[in-house]
């Protein structure tokens, strides 16, 4: 029996401990994410048993390019986010319940999502598409049937969790693809609704709990990608999650509240990557320029191509129990 991740402040007002907005509501007021409300002092999830959302995708779709590749994620979400990003790519999910007040999610039961994964012999579950923290409790009841049966479980984030919603999930979750939207407190305040910190020490405490980390981070040009920017995140993986975490640098489209900026050019991403690897890091990937060089994996020692990538899909893995193929080299991953 987990813990109760809210606190009662009196009679009619309750703190909620899931996230890192630890939002205070009164009775019937819902948090910023929509989906939780105090109900007579209780904090309780709308969407315990509810998705909008499922479908079985390709893992590098999550990304994910060093869990199981060329494998299949059976891929499950709920409405509502924590954050409020003015280009979120899914805004008619994540935003619906803070912006229109509207659920529109249907019933589910987490063993019958387990045999379905199953059965569509998916490798793993990932929890995506919205923000997985917000639909905790339909995560926790899954992941652990899934476990029983032998899935990866997979948490695809912002990474705004609190220290006491983590300490809930670090026992069933596998991997999990990390936002790291900026290195700038001001563009996760005004842009996102979020604050840098909390992400950051989610980072830390994934690492320092064995949860197998990837990044990402979404160039918007003129705005979050400065080389002074980059250099900075790129420190911070080297320093913290380790010159082997692997880094998906993805291009900007116009989307949402963002239709008037222009979409990030290949270069920026080029140039993006290059810093990176200057700064020590081996596995930099970009993310939505199809048909890229920089969608394959590379040995770190040799330079030979162990994974050879088109878009979400692996046209060759040569990675033999986790080492390269040429000489041997221990690639960072879950690859059995």
């Known amino acids: 029996m987990g813990k109760i991740l809210f606190k009662k402040i009196d009679d009619n007002k309750s703190i909620c401990l899931l996230c890192s907005h630890f939002c205070v509501l009164q009775d019937n007021e819902k948090g910023k994410c929509g989906v939780r409300q105090n109900i007579s002092g209780q904090i309780v999830s709308l969407v315990k048993n509810k998705i909008a959302a499922k479908a079985l995708d390709p893992i590098e779709k999550k990304p994910l390019f060093h869990v199981l590749p060329g494998s299949f994620s059976y891929s499950i979400g709920s409405p509502g986010c924590n954050f409020t990003c003015k280009f979120c790519q899914n805004a008619s999910l994540a935003q619906s ?16 999502l387990v045999k379905e994964a199953v059965a569509s012999k998916a490798k793993s579950i990932s929890y995506t598409y919205s923000e997985p923290t917000v639909f905790f409790e339909l995560m926790k009841d899954t992941a652990l049937v899934a476990k029983e049966k032998g899935l990866l479980n997979i948490m695809v984030s912002n990474g705004f969790i609190s220290s006491q919603g983590f300490d809930e999930i670090k026992e069933f979750i596998d991997a999990a693809n990390i936002d790291l939207k900026s290195f700038n407190n001001d563009f996760y305040e005004k842009i996102c609704g979020g604050k840098l910190k909390p992400v950051l020490e989610t980072l830390k405490r994934m690492k320092k709990a064995g949860i197998f980390i990837e990044v990402t981070t979404l160039l918007i040009s003129g705005i979050n990608d400065s080389k002074e920017e980059i250099e900075k995140i790129a420190r911070f993986i080297n320093n913290e999650l380790g010159k082997d975490t692997p880094w998906h640098i993805s291009a900007f489209h116009p989307c949402f509240k963002m239709t008037d900026i222009k979409r990030t050019s290949a270069d920026t ?6 810093t990176g690897q200057k700064h020590g890091l081996f596995y930099i990937y970009s993310g939505n320029i199809f048909g890229d060089d920089f969608e394959s994996t590379l040995c770190p020692k040799c330079q030979n191509k162990v994974v050879e990538r088109k878009g979400f899909y692996v046209i060759e893995n040569r990675i033999k129990n986790g080492k390269c193929f040429e000489c041997g080299y221990n690639i960072n991953g879950i690859f059995e």
Do not use: R
Not at 102 to 109: G, H, L, P, R, S
Not at 269 to 274: D, M, R, T
């Open 97 to 112: 319940p803070a912006i229109l007040n509207e659920i529109d999610a249907y019933e589910v039961i987490p063993q019958n």
């Open 269 to 274: 991403i080029h140039k993006a990557i290059e």
